[in-house]
Protein backbone atom coordinates (compact mmCIF):
# COMPACT_ATOMS: atom_id res chain seq x y z
CA UNK A 1 0.00 0.00 0.00
CA UNK A 2 1.37 3.59 -0.70
CA UNK A 3 0.73 6.54 1.70
CA UNK A 4 0.50 9.95 -0.45
CA UNK A 5 0.95 13.05 1.27
CA UNK A 6 -2.00 15.57 0.95
CA UNK A 7 -1.26 18.30 -0.79
CA UNK A 8 -4.02 20.31 1.42
CA UNK A 9 -7.18 19.56 3.40
CA UNK A 10 -9.46 22.03 5.08
CA UNK A 11 -12.35 21.80 7.49
CA UNK A 12 -15.59 23.75 6.04
CA UNK A 13 -18.47 24.69 7.51
CA UNK A 14 -22.37 23.88 6.89
CA UNK A 15 -23.63 25.30 3.07
CA UNK A 16 -26.70 27.38 5.04
CA UNK A 17 -27.35 29.45 2.24
CA UNK A 18 -28.02 30.52 -1.23
CA UNK A 19 -24.88 32.79 -3.09
CA UNK A 20 -22.51 31.77 -5.03
CA UNK A 21 -23.43 27.80 -3.71
CA UNK A 22 -26.84 27.01 -4.19
CA UNK A 23 -28.33 24.48 -1.63
CA UNK A 24 -32.01 23.81 -2.00
CA UNK A 25 -34.66 23.01 0.79
CA UNK A 26 -35.15 19.11 2.01
CA UNK A 27 -36.53 16.66 -0.49
CA UNK A 28 -37.55 13.04 0.07
CA UNK A 29 -37.58 10.14 -1.11
CA UNK A 30 -40.47 7.77 -2.80
CA UNK A 31 -39.38 4.42 -2.32
CA UNK A 32 -38.53 5.34 1.16
CA UNK A 33 -34.87 6.21 1.22
CA UNK A 34 -33.43 9.02 3.52
CA UNK A 35 -34.35 12.12 2.78
CA UNK A 36 -31.65 14.94 1.88
CA UNK A 37 -31.67 18.34 3.73
CA UNK A 38 -28.12 19.43 2.50
CA UNK A 39 -25.02 18.93 2.04
CA UNK A 40 -21.34 20.05 4.13
CA UNK A 41 -18.73 19.51 2.80
CA UNK A 42 -15.74 18.34 5.51
CA UNK A 43 -12.46 18.77 3.68
CA UNK A 44 -10.44 17.90 0.70
CA UNK A 45 -7.20 16.04 -0.48
CA UNK A 46 -5.22 15.78 -3.67
CA UNK A 47 -2.96 13.33 -5.17
CA UNK A 48 -0.43 15.57 -7.77
CA UNK A 49 -0.06 14.41 -11.43
CA UNK A 50 2.78 12.25 -12.09
CA UNK A 51 2.54 10.00 -8.95
CA UNK A 52 3.47 6.54 -9.73
CA UNK A 53 2.00 3.23 -8.63
CA UNK A 54 4.38 0.42 -9.58
CA UNK A 55 5.82 2.26 -12.53
CA UNK A 56 2.78 3.37 -13.78
CA UNK A 57 0.99 6.87 -13.66
CA UNK A 58 -1.73 7.23 -11.65
CA UNK A 59 -4.30 9.64 -12.60
CA UNK A 60 -7.46 10.08 -14.97
CA UNK A 61 -9.55 8.85 -12.36
CA UNK A 62 -13.38 8.96 -13.82
CA UNK A 63 -15.41 6.82 -11.57
CA UNK A 64 -15.18 5.29 -8.09
CA UNK A 65 -17.37 3.02 -5.65
CA UNK A 66 -17.05 2.12 -2.08
CA UNK A 67 -16.37 -1.56 -1.86
CA UNK A 68 -18.92 -3.58 1.26
CA UNK A 69 -15.15 -3.74 3.47
CA UNK A 70 -14.83 0.07 3.20
CA UNK A 71 -12.81 0.63 0.72
CA UNK A 72 -12.96 1.74 -3.31
CA UNK A 73 -12.55 0.81 -6.52
CA UNK A 74 -11.88 3.55 -8.64
CA UNK A 75 -11.08 3.42 -12.67
CA UNK A 76 -8.69 5.22 -14.55
CA UNK A 77 -10.16 6.47 -17.98
CA UNK A 78 -6.54 5.47 -19.89
CA UNK A 79 -7.40 4.36 -23.20
CA UNK A 80 -4.24 2.98 -23.49
CA UNK A 81 -1.32 3.79 -26.51
CA UNK A 82 -0.31 6.51 -23.93
CA UNK A 83 0.44 5.70 -20.38
CA UNK A 84 0.04 2.05 -19.86
CA UNK A 85 -3.01 -0.85 -19.95
CA UNK A 86 -6.70 0.57 -19.33
CA UNK A 87 -6.65 -0.13 -15.62
CA UNK A 88 -8.76 -0.01 -12.21
CA UNK A 89 -7.77 0.73 -9.12
CA UNK A 90 -8.14 -0.23 -5.23
CA UNK A 91 -7.43 2.66 -2.46
CA UNK A 92 -8.04 3.55 0.91
CA UNK A 93 -9.53 6.62 1.77
CA UNK A 94 -9.60 8.29 5.36
CA UNK A 95 -12.03 10.74 6.28
CA UNK A 96 -14.13 11.54 9.48
CA UNK A 97 -16.35 14.40 10.40
CA UNK A 98 -13.70 17.06 10.00
CA UNK A 99 -11.45 16.47 7.69
CA UNK A 100 -9.96 14.17 5.17
CA UNK A 101 -6.84 12.93 6.21
CA UNK A 102 -4.92 10.91 3.22
CA UNK A 103 -5.58 8.42 -0.06
CA UNK A 104 -3.75 5.42 -0.25
CA UNK A 105 -3.05 2.76 -3.35
CA UNK A 106 -3.45 -0.34 -2.22
CA UNK A 107 -3.64 -2.33 -6.18
CA UNK A 108 -4.03 -1.47 -9.95
CA UNK A 109 -5.50 -4.18 -12.07
CA UNK A 110 -5.67 -4.45 -15.69
CA UNK A 111 -8.80 -4.57 -17.54
CA UNK A 112 -9.21 -7.79 -19.86
CA UNK A 113 -10.91 -8.08 -22.73
CA UNK A 114 -13.25 -11.17 -23.79
CA UNK A 115 -10.39 -12.80 -24.78
CA UNK A 116 -8.94 -12.90 -21.82
CA UNK A 117 -5.92 -10.58 -22.37
CA UNK A 118 -5.30 -7.14 -20.77
CA UNK A 119 -6.33 -4.58 -23.33
CA UNK A 120 -3.80 -2.99 -25.46
CA UNK A 121 -1.33 -0.74 -24.24
CA UNK A 122 -0.12 0.48 -27.34
CA UNK A 123 -3.04 1.14 -29.09
CA UNK A 124 -6.43 3.26 -27.86
CA UNK A 125 -9.32 1.10 -27.60
CA UNK A 126 -11.22 1.45 -24.36
CA UNK A 127 -12.10 4.83 -22.55
CA UNK A 128 -13.49 3.88 -18.78
CA UNK A 129 -15.27 6.18 -17.38
CA UNK A 130 -17.87 4.61 -14.84
CA UNK A 131 -17.43 1.82 -12.30
CA UNK A 132 -19.82 0.04 -9.38
CA UNK A 133 -19.46 -2.26 -7.60
CA UNK A 134 -22.19 -5.12 -8.92
CA UNK A 135 -24.71 -7.17 -6.11
CA UNK A 136 -22.58 -10.25 -6.27
CA UNK A 137 -19.28 -8.68 -5.85
CA UNK A 138 -18.29 -8.11 -9.56
CA UNK A 139 -17.86 -4.92 -11.00
CA UNK A 140 -19.38 -3.20 -13.78
CA UNK A 141 -17.48 -0.59 -15.89
CA UNK A 142 -18.97 1.84 -18.68
CA UNK A 143 -16.62 2.78 -21.49
CA UNK A 144 -16.58 6.30 -23.79
CA UNK A 145 -15.36 3.88 -26.41
CA UNK A 146 -12.99 5.69 -29.10
CA UNK A 147 -14.19 6.98 -32.32
CA UNK A 148 -11.74 6.67 -35.53
CA UNK A 149 -12.06 4.43 -38.87
CA UNK A 150 -11.24 0.93 -39.46
CA UNK A 151 -9.38 -1.30 -36.25
CA UNK A 152 -9.40 2.71 -34.40
CA UNK A 153 -13.38 2.43 -33.87
CA UNK A 154 -14.27 1.27 -30.00
CA UNK A 155 -18.03 0.92 -29.63
CA UNK A 156 -19.23 1.93 -26.51
CA UNK A 157 -19.85 -0.05 -24.04
CA UNK A 158 -21.00 -1.36 -19.88
CA UNK A 159 -19.55 -4.54 -19.23
CA UNK A 160 -19.30 -7.15 -16.03
CA UNK A 161 -16.09 -7.63 -14.99
CA UNK A 162 -14.05 -9.63 -11.68
CA UNK A 163 -12.42 -7.80 -9.22
CA UNK A 164 -9.33 -9.17 -10.42
CA UNK A 165 -10.18 -7.68 -14.20
CA UNK A 166 -11.58 -10.58 -16.02
CA UNK A 167 -13.77 -10.13 -18.63
CA UNK A 168 -17.81 -11.43 -17.17
CA UNK A 169 -19.86 -10.16 -20.04
CA UNK A 170 -21.09 -7.07 -22.10
CA UNK A 171 -24.73 -5.55 -21.81
CA UNK A 172 -27.04 -5.36 -24.70
CA UNK A 173 -27.12 -1.54 -25.58
CA UNK A 174 -29.02 0.16 -28.22
CA UNK A 175 -27.19 0.59 -31.60
CA UNK A 176 -28.35 4.23 -31.21
CA UNK A 177 -25.82 4.89 -28.92
CA UNK A 178 -23.14 3.46 -31.15
CA UNK A 179 -20.65 5.71 -33.15
CA UNK A 180 -21.39 5.90 -36.94
CA UNK A 181 -19.58 9.02 -38.77
CA UNK A 182 -19.41 11.33 -36.08
CA UNK A 183 -21.44 14.10 -37.96
CA UNK A 184 -24.95 12.48 -39.29
CA UNK A 185 -26.51 10.29 -37.29
CA UNK A 186 -25.45 7.93 -33.95
CA UNK A 187 -23.23 9.16 -31.06
CA UNK A 188 -20.79 12.37 -30.56
CA UNK A 189 -16.99 11.25 -30.69
CA UNK A 190 -15.80 11.46 -26.47
CA UNK A 191 -19.80 12.13 -25.10
CA UNK A 192 -20.98 8.90 -24.71
CA UNK A 193 -21.07 6.04 -21.06
CA UNK A 194 -19.89 7.93 -18.28
CA UNK A 195 -22.31 8.04 -15.73
CA UNK A 196 -23.08 4.63 -14.21
CA UNK A 197 -25.12 3.52 -11.14
CA UNK A 198 -26.52 0.63 -9.93
CA UNK A 199 -30.05 1.19 -7.38
CA UNK A 200 -30.83 -0.95 -4.48
CA UNK A 201 -33.03 -3.30 -6.27
CA UNK A 202 -29.86 -3.78 -8.63
CA UNK A 203 -30.96 -2.19 -11.96
CA UNK A 204 -27.90 -0.75 -13.86
CA UNK A 205 -28.36 2.99 -15.29
CA UNK A 206 -25.72 4.78 -17.76
CA UNK A 207 -26.00 7.58 -19.84
CA UNK A 208 -24.53 9.37 -23.10
CA UNK A 209 -22.44 12.45 -21.54
CA UNK A 210 -24.20 14.93 -24.10
CA UNK A 211 -27.09 14.76 -26.68
CA UNK A 212 -27.14 12.14 -29.51
CA UNK A 213 -26.79 13.18 -33.00
CA UNK A 214 -30.40 12.56 -33.32
CA UNK A 215 -31.51 14.29 -30.21
CA UNK A 216 -30.00 18.12 -31.47
CA UNK A 217 -27.30 19.91 -30.61
CA UNK A 218 -24.61 19.67 -27.69
CA UNK A 219 -24.38 22.23 -24.78
CA UNK A 220 -23.40 25.80 -25.93
CA UNK A 221 -23.37 29.12 -23.83
CA UNK A 222 -27.24 30.04 -25.39
CA UNK A 223 -28.79 26.72 -24.24
CA UNK A 224 -28.98 23.78 -22.85
CA UNK A 225 -29.12 19.72 -24.45
CA UNK A 226 -31.04 16.94 -23.57
CA UNK A 227 -28.92 13.01 -22.57
CA UNK A 228 -30.53 9.88 -22.36
CA UNK A 229 -30.63 7.63 -18.93
CA UNK A 230 -30.24 4.09 -20.24
CA UNK A 231 -32.21 1.45 -17.76
CA UNK A 232 -30.43 -2.03 -18.25
CA UNK A 233 -31.40 -5.26 -16.72
CA UNK A 234 -28.74 -7.30 -15.07
CA UNK A 235 -30.66 -10.64 -15.22
CA UNK A 236 -31.37 -10.49 -19.37
CA UNK A 237 -28.48 -8.08 -20.38
CA UNK A 238 -30.61 -5.55 -21.93
CA UNK A 239 -31.58 -2.26 -22.36
CA UNK A 240 -35.57 -1.85 -20.90
CA UNK A 241 -36.10 2.09 -20.65
CA UNK A 242 -34.76 5.47 -21.69
CA UNK A 243 -35.56 8.41 -19.89
CA UNK A 244 -34.32 12.03 -21.16
CA UNK A 245 -32.16 14.29 -18.81
CA UNK A 246 -32.04 18.05 -19.84
CA UNK A 247 -28.46 19.46 -19.38
CA UNK A 248 -28.12 23.56 -18.51
CA UNK A 249 -26.23 25.90 -20.81
CA UNK A 250 -22.91 26.32 -20.38
CA UNK A 251 -22.30 28.77 -17.77
CA UNK A 252 -18.90 30.13 -17.92
CA UNK A 253 -17.10 31.12 -21.50
CA UNK A 254 -13.55 30.19 -21.79
CA UNK A 255 -11.02 32.81 -21.08
CA UNK A 256 -9.74 34.91 -24.46
CA UNK A 257 -6.74 32.87 -24.44
CA UNK A 258 -8.40 29.40 -23.95
CA UNK A 259 -7.68 27.01 -26.50
CA UNK A 260 -10.90 25.09 -26.21
CA UNK A 261 -14.69 25.70 -26.32
CA UNK A 262 -16.74 25.16 -23.45
CA UNK A 263 -18.58 22.27 -22.54
CA UNK A 264 -20.99 21.05 -20.23
CA UNK A 265 -22.10 17.29 -19.63
CA UNK A 266 -23.68 14.45 -17.29
CA UNK A 267 -20.48 12.88 -16.31
CA UNK A 268 -22.25 10.85 -12.69
CA UNK A 269 -25.48 9.23 -11.87
CA UNK A 270 -25.27 7.96 -7.86
CA UNK A 271 -28.27 5.66 -6.76
CA UNK A 272 -29.76 7.68 -3.78
CA UNK A 273 -33.07 5.13 -4.00
CA UNK A 274 -34.72 2.66 -6.53
CA UNK A 275 -35.94 5.96 -8.67
CA UNK A 276 -33.46 8.76 -7.21
CA UNK A 277 -29.99 9.72 -8.09
CA UNK A 278 -27.23 12.13 -7.23
CA UNK A 279 -26.04 13.64 -10.97
CA UNK A 280 -22.88 15.55 -11.62
CA UNK A 281 -23.38 18.54 -14.24
CA UNK A 282 -19.73 19.20 -14.61
CA UNK A 283 -18.98 22.45 -16.89
CA UNK A 284 -15.74 23.36 -17.98
CA UNK A 285 -14.46 26.86 -19.88
CA UNK A 286 -10.91 26.62 -21.07
CA UNK A 287 -8.51 29.24 -18.69
CA UNK A 288 -11.26 29.42 -16.24
CA UNK A 289 -11.96 26.32 -14.66
CA UNK A 290 -15.01 24.35 -13.81
CA UNK A 291 -18.28 24.46 -13.11
CA UNK A 292 -19.62 21.30 -11.09
CA UNK A 293 -23.54 21.35 -9.90
CA UNK A 294 -25.35 18.40 -8.21
CA UNK A 295 -28.38 17.76 -8.56
CA UNK A 296 -31.24 15.36 -7.37
CA UNK A 297 -32.77 13.52 -10.60
CA UNK A 298 -35.87 11.56 -9.94
CA UNK A 299 -37.69 9.11 -11.99
CA UNK A 300 -41.43 9.83 -11.20
CA UNK A 301 -44.40 7.73 -12.43
CA UNK A 302 -45.52 9.66 -15.08
CA UNK A 303 -41.25 10.05 -16.06
CA UNK A 304 -41.40 9.55 -20.13
CA UNK A 305 -39.88 6.37 -21.46
CA UNK A 306 -38.49 7.61 -24.31
CA UNK A 307 -36.90 4.21 -25.43
CA UNK A 308 -39.11 4.12 -28.46
CA UNK A 309 -38.12 7.72 -29.76
CA UNK A 310 -36.12 7.49 -32.57
CA UNK A 311 -34.65 11.32 -32.17
CA UNK A 312 -35.85 13.53 -29.13
CA UNK A 313 -36.14 17.23 -30.88
CA UNK A 314 -39.50 18.54 -31.14
CA UNK A 315 -40.31 14.98 -29.23
CA UNK A 316 -43.28 15.61 -26.68
CA UNK A 317 -41.81 13.81 -23.25
CA UNK A 318 -41.68 14.38 -19.64
CA UNK A 319 -38.17 14.61 -18.55
CA UNK A 320 -36.42 13.47 -15.41
CA UNK A 321 -37.72 15.85 -12.69
CA UNK A 322 -34.90 17.74 -11.47
CA UNK A 323 -33.40 19.56 -8.02
CA UNK A 324 -30.26 21.60 -7.62
CA UNK A 325 -28.88 20.61 -4.67
CA UNK A 326 -25.09 22.39 -5.11
CA UNK A 327 -23.54 24.56 -6.90
CA UNK A 328 -19.50 24.73 -6.75
CA UNK A 329 -18.69 27.90 -9.12
CA UNK A 330 -14.69 27.64 -9.90
CA UNK A 331 -13.26 28.05 -6.35
CA UNK A 332 -15.62 26.74 -3.47
CA UNK A 333 -15.27 27.18 0.11
CA UNK A 334 -11.47 28.19 -0.56
CA UNK A 335 -10.95 25.28 -2.78
CA UNK A 336 -10.47 25.16 -6.72
CA UNK A 337 -12.28 22.71 -8.03
CA UNK A 338 -10.95 20.53 -10.51
CA UNK A 339 -12.75 18.01 -13.25
CA UNK A 340 -14.95 15.66 -11.04
CA UNK A 341 -16.23 13.05 -12.90
CA UNK A 342 -17.10 10.31 -10.16
CA UNK A 343 -19.33 10.11 -6.79
CA UNK A 344 -19.48 7.46 -4.67
CA UNK A 345 -21.48 7.16 -1.08
CA UNK A 346 -18.80 7.10 1.62
CA UNK A 347 -18.91 5.67 5.09
CA UNK A 348 -21.77 6.87 7.65
CA UNK A 349 -20.46 9.07 10.65
CA UNK A 350 -20.68 9.03 14.12
CA UNK A 351 -23.93 10.89 14.14
CA UNK A 352 -25.47 8.22 11.75
CA UNK A 353 -25.11 10.93 8.55
CA UNK A 354 -24.20 9.33 5.19
CA UNK A 355 -21.73 10.73 3.57
CA UNK A 356 -20.74 11.45 -0.19
CA UNK A 357 -17.48 11.11 -2.11
CA UNK A 358 -16.39 13.38 -5.25
CA UNK A 359 -13.43 12.52 -7.58
CA UNK A 360 -12.09 14.80 -10.46
CA UNK A 361 -10.03 13.36 -13.13
CA UNK A 362 -6.86 15.30 -13.68
CA UNK A 363 -6.39 14.31 -17.22
CA UNK A 364 -2.79 13.58 -16.31
CA UNK A 365 -2.29 17.01 -16.76
CA UNK A 366 0.49 19.02 -15.15
CA UNK A 367 -1.88 22.07 -13.72
CA UNK A 368 -4.06 19.61 -12.39
CA UNK A 369 -4.66 17.27 -9.38
CA UNK A 370 -6.58 14.10 -8.35
CA UNK A 371 -9.05 15.74 -5.97
CA UNK A 372 -11.31 13.79 -3.72
CA UNK A 373 -14.16 15.98 -1.89
CA UNK A 374 -15.81 14.36 0.74
CA UNK A 375 -19.40 15.82 2.11
CA UNK A 376 -21.59 15.20 5.08
CA UNK A 377 -25.17 14.06 3.38
CA UNK A 378 -27.61 16.23 5.94
CA UNK A 379 -30.66 14.27 7.04
CA UNK A 380 -34.36 15.88 6.11
Not at 130 to 151: C, D, H, K, M, Q
Not at 185 to 196: D, Y
Not at 221 to 242: C, E, I, M, T, Y
Request: hydrophobic share 40%; proline share 6%.
Amino acid sequence: MLPLSCSFSRLLGTVASWGLACLLTACGSSDGSEGIGGLRLIGDYAIKTKTLYEGVEFGGISGIDRAQDGTYWAVSDERGGERGHPRFYSLSLDFDATRFNSVSIRKMVFIQGPDGKPLSSTTRTVDPEGIRVAPNGNLYISSEGNFGTGAALYQPFVREIRTDGRFVRAFDTPNAFNYVDNSTTGARSNKLFEALAVTPNGMVFTANEDALIEDGPITSLQAGSVVRVLQLDPASGKSVAQYAYPLPAIPVDKAPTGAFAPDNGLPELLAVSNTEFFAVERAYADGVGNTIRLVLATLEADTTNVQSFKSLKGASYKPMKKQLLLEMPITYQGVKIDNIEGASWGPRLPNGNRTLVLVADNNFADNQVTQFLAFEVLPQ
